[in-house]
């Protein structure tokens, strides 16, 4: 699934070698098969890409690609933030820096440090839907669902149509809440908002599960 309708919030252009590496093998080997959420800031999260190229590779039977340890992915997470840090030394409010170090945390996997750099963000652009859909994705990922909803619902107050948005709200009150009454409310004002979503046929599939299951 994408998520095109919004516009960047920072731009990768700039990223050094090793950072835009990381990001495109992040992309490939770390992907999740279901319930995976949008990066705001994003025009597609890596395990949107991965589980499609997994889903495709499956069904030509060709292998998987090899999983990263978790050590390797540290290690290469710490190379590509190092330059990013540096600068963050001198300039601790450079809010390109803080923004690139906490999207290669969340690529990487590493949520806590991710939600660390993304709060320092969103004091810059408090109104960034984008920063705030980033953020209360990460807590999601270290088992806040509270935390992510107040983010999402914050975002949504400046940006009420931003489908990212909306689709992680709705993921998270099913999966983290048990609420798929409020999970079919956010993906059906997600289509509402926006009648030329790509994906509108997937997200009405998880709505209609969302409604069997609140029907038990």
């Not at 998987?64 to 997470?77: D, F, N, R, S, Y």
């Not at 705030?132 to 107040?150: E, K, P, Q, R």
């Amino acid at each position: 699934m994408t998520n095109n309708q919004k516009v960047k919030s920072n731009s990768r252009s700039a990223w050094t070698g090793p950072q835009a590496y990381i990001l495109a093998v992040f992309c490939l080997v770390l992907g999740v098969a279901l319930g995976y959420l949008f990066r705001g800031s994003a025009p597609q999260s890596g395990a949107a890409i991965a589980a499609s190229a997994a889903d495709s590779s499956s069904a030509q039977g060709q292998p998987t690609q090899p999983q990263l340890t978790p050590e390797q992915q540290k290690a290469m997470v710490d190379e590509a933030v190092a330059p990013l840090l540096a600068t963050l030394k001198t300039n601790p409010d450079d809010f390109n820096s803080l923004v690139q170090v906490a999207n290669l945390y969340y690529d990487g996997r590493q949520y806590f440090e991710a939600v660390k750099y993304y709060r320092l963000a969103v004091k810059s652009q408090p109104t960034n839907a984008d920063l705030l859909t980033d953020l209360g994705t990460s807590l999601w990922y270290i088992g806040d669902a509270d935390g992510a909803i107040a983010e999402f619902q914050t975002a949504l107050k400046y940006r009420p149509d931003h489908p990212g948005t909306l689709f992680n709200l709705g993921v998270v009150r099913w999966q983290g809440k048990l609420d798929p009454k409020g999970a079919v409310e956010a993906w059906e004002q997600l289509l509402k908002l926006n009648p030329d979503y790509p994906q509108k046929q997937e997200v009405q599939e998880y709505i209609d599960r969302a409604k069997q299951h609140a029907k038990g």
